[in-house]
Every structure is written in structure tokens, then in C-alpha cells.
């Protein structure tokens, strides 16, 4: 699990692939002090899809992997919303002061900036969360569940406790529980998180949460990966009977997006792209 983290935080830093543009693509500030990229199609479009990044991550995407999706969406006329929690990217904020409830709140204030300007039809909205975001999408999926009519979840993590003593080590947990605060090594940069992160994970209980969603899931996961474990199951319990679980063979935790073959990770584009045309 920590190579894996190590895999998912050098890919955030190193991913620096220029994206194609997508039409109409702006960067636009939401409140909370967070911003994020508004990508419209050149045709006006009722559908729209916000995407909630990982930890350590940033809007675009290791390997530009949101930045890539908005442009299929935006090809094919669903607009989208991509943000930087706050602390992370172009936002303002605390890194260390996240929680999962921060970020649940960033992703709310994105959902009603996205269907303010009612460019969009507030009852065709979907979301998406790769890793972290993935436990994001279900924790406001449940709090909100008229909000989303479909969700795809990327390599989602499936119990926060255990997934993050894994990648963090026990030891982060109990230092920030004797001192409030633990700095972490991250491998391009150094983080300290607060006590109350931790504290947040034991809050929320992921698959519970999952198994409340009543819109049309897509989970994907490498085979390779941890959170091939859980894919199979949440899906099994969501509520929806418009759902799948795909398990991409010989995938990693980031579709070997940084590798010199595109093709896993424009597959999963792909594949995301097409189910949220059709669910949304």
C-alpha cells in the first residue's frame, strides 16, 4: 500500500502532460476558496459531471486523466466541473486542515455553483471521484441523494480507516493522536495533516453509504489494485439496477496513465465518458 501511495503522489507531481483544451473551458472560483475548471461543449447542455480528485492530487489529474475526460464529455456535449479541494492546486486553504468532511463541503459548494447559472439541468448531474474521491462522491451521494442521478467511482477506496492505516502507517495515526498534528513524507512534498483527518475517517462508513445510492454506479478498478477488492461488492449492494463494476485486467491504482501506452487509461476515459452519455 505505501508504494502505491508513493505511485499515486510522485504520478499527481510529475503529471504535467498538456491536455487538449475543451471547448469553453474556464477557470472559475466557487466559494470556500476553492476554484476549479468549468468545461462547456460548444452546444448548450443540460448534463454535467463534477469530478472530486484523490488525496494529494489536484483537478487535473494524474496524467491529466480529468482534464482528458472533460474534453471526450464536452466532445460528445455533457459539460463538467472540476475542482482543487481546498489546500490542494490553485486553491486557498490549509492542506493539513483537511478533513473528510471539508472536502465533502468543497463538493457541495461545486454541485451548487455547477447549477446556479442553470446552464445545466439540476436533474442530470453526475459524479465522479477517483481514489479519496471516491469515499467523497459516496459521503455526499448519501447526504444528498435527489442531488446525482449517476456516479463512477476510478480506484475508490473502500474503508477509510483501513485504507489510510495502509498507506499512512499506524504511526501517523497515533502521533496525531498524542500531538494533534503529524508531518508526512510524501515523496514530492511534505504534508501535515491534523488530528481531526484522522479523526473524520472513522466517521463514515463507505459502504454503507455506497449501498444507499440510487442512481446508476460505475465502478472501475485495476485488478492490480486495492480497491479491486471492494468494486465488486459495492456494486452488488447499490441500490440501482443500472450498474456495473469493471475490474480492468492488469491495471494499477492510476491505469498506467504515466506509462508510454495510453491505452488502459483512454479506455477508462472512454468507457466513463459513454456511461455518463447514457445514465445522465
Known amino acids: 500500500m505505501k508504494r502505491i501511495l508513493t505511485t499515486i503522489l510522485v504520478a499527481a507531481a510529475v503529471a504535467t502532460v498538456t491536455a487538449a483544451p475543451a471547448p469553453g473551458k474556464s477557470m472559475v472560483n466557487i466559494g470556500r476558496g476553492v476554484v476549479g475548471t468549468l468545461s462547456m461543449p460548444k452546444k448548450a447542455s443540460p448534463s454535467a459531471v463534477l469530478m472530486l480528485h484523490g488525496f494529494g492530487s489536484s483537478r487535473d489529474e494524474v496524467g491529466n486523466m480529468y482534464a482528458r475526460l472533460a474534453k471526450a464529455l464536452a466532445d460528445k456535449g455533457v459539460a463538467s466541473l472540476r475542482i482543487d479541494f481546498q489546500g490542494f492546486g490553485k486553491s486557498d486553504g490549509d492542506t493539513g486542515a483537511m478533513t473528510i468532511d471539508s472536502q465533502a463541503a468543497d463538493a457541495e459548494a461545486a454541485y451548487a455553483y455547477l447549477i446556479a ?28 441523494p435527489e442531488w446525482f442521478k449517476s456516479m463512477v467511482t476510478w480506484s475508490s477506496v473502500g474503508d477509510f480507516v483501513k485504507d489510510f492505516s495502509a498507506i499512512l502507517g499506524q504511526e501517523a495515526f497515533d502521533t496525531a493522536e498524542a500531538k494533534g498534528i ?3 513524507d510524501l515523496g514530492f512534498r511534505t504534508i501535515a495533516l491534523k488530528k481531526d483527518f484522522f479523526t473524520s475517517l472513522g466517521m463514515h462508513d463507505i459502504a454503507s453509504l455506497v449501498s444507499e445510492f440510487k442512481g446508476s454506479y460505475l465502478a472501475i478498478a485495476g485488478s492490480k489494485d486495492f480497491s479491486a477488492a471492494y468494486a465488486p ?19 494499477d491504482h492510476i491505469y498506467q496513465v504515466l506509462g508510454p501506452d495510453q491505452s488502459m487509461a483512454d479506455s477508462v476515459i472512454a468507457k466513463t465518458a459513454a456511461w455518463f452519455v447514457k445514465n445522465l
Open 117 to 144: 447559472g442553470k446552464a445545466v439541468d439540476a436533474k442530470r448531474i453526475g459524479v465522479l471521484g477517483f481514489s479519496l474521491g471516491g469515499g467523497i462522491s459516496a459521503v455526499v451521494t448519501a447526504r444528498h
Open 182 to 184: 503529524v508531518g508526512l
Open 233 to 251: 461488492g459495492f456494486v452488488d449492494s447499490a441500490a440501482s439496477k443500472v450498474k456495473e463494476a469493471w475490474i480492468v485486467p492488469d491495471g
